[in-house]
């Protein structure tokens, strides 16, 4: 499972493996050290998430592994946060299973310590918005009006529904009524 955690006025992310009673966290890393930020959670609004088989439904509405939510002082975020985890994949299992020789062992976590600033930090959405979980799109609102993101690049329903299956039900600023399906497509109902 994957947790997240506060050390210093920084919030990092660290797998946590093993058994029942035997978990141990390995190579954490920062999320972000912005003291603005008073809390960072994933979209199931928690600290930690399991692995789990995401469905190809799942799959089409958001990437959990790379989506947070920070809590600022004056404002939430939906950010995306890109960072060198590929790189540390593969020089911790290169750490882990291929070298024997503790000084290159060390010398590879040092690298691995020395990428922690490698990350970018995107801000999808700032404002109000609701994350129903890793099953639905994110919905937001700017003014008066709601949208789902990613199917939306900015705010445009009056009325906005919750996801049953591939579409959600939705009133426009002009009263036309229809559906919005996960890929962002619009079905009008007929006059």
């Known amino acids: 499972r994957r947790e997240i955690f506060k050390a210093n006025h920084k919030f ?10 035997e ?3 390995r190579d954490s ?3 972000t050290n912005d003291k603005m930020v008073k809390d960072v959670m994933y979209l199931n609004n928690q600290r930690y998430h399991t692995y789990d088989d995401y469905s190809k439904l799942n799959s089409i509405f958001s990437f959990p ?3 947070y939510v920070l809590n600022k002082k004056n ?3 939906l950010v995306s946060i890109i960072r060198r985890e590929e790189k540390v994949k593969r020089l911790t299992y290169e750490r882990d299973y291929n070298i024997h020789d503790k000084t290159k062992k060390d010398s590879l976590d040092n690298v691995i310590k020395g990428l922690e ?3 970018d930090i995107k801000v999808l959405i700032a404002g109000e918005f609701e994350s129903f ?3 639905h799109p994110i919905k937001f609102k700017s003014g008066n009006l709601f949208g789902y993101y990613p199917q939306n690049e900015k705010a445009k329903y009056k009325r906005l529904g919750k996801f049953n299956f591939f579409f959600a039900e939705f009133e426009t600023e ?3 009524a229809g559906w919005i399906d996960v890929y962002g497509n619009e079905y009008f109902k007929g006059k």
């Open 174 to 176: 002009r009263g036309r």
């Open 23 to 25: 978990m141990e966290k």
């Open 117 to 119: 600033d490698e990350i």
């Open 12 to 21: 990092y992310q660290s797998d946590v493996s093993g058994y029942w009673g």
């Open 29 to 31: 890393v920062l999320i």
């Open 75 to 77: 404002e939430k975020q």
């Open 65 to 67: 592994y790379s989506y």
């Open 133 to 135: 979980g890793y099953n």
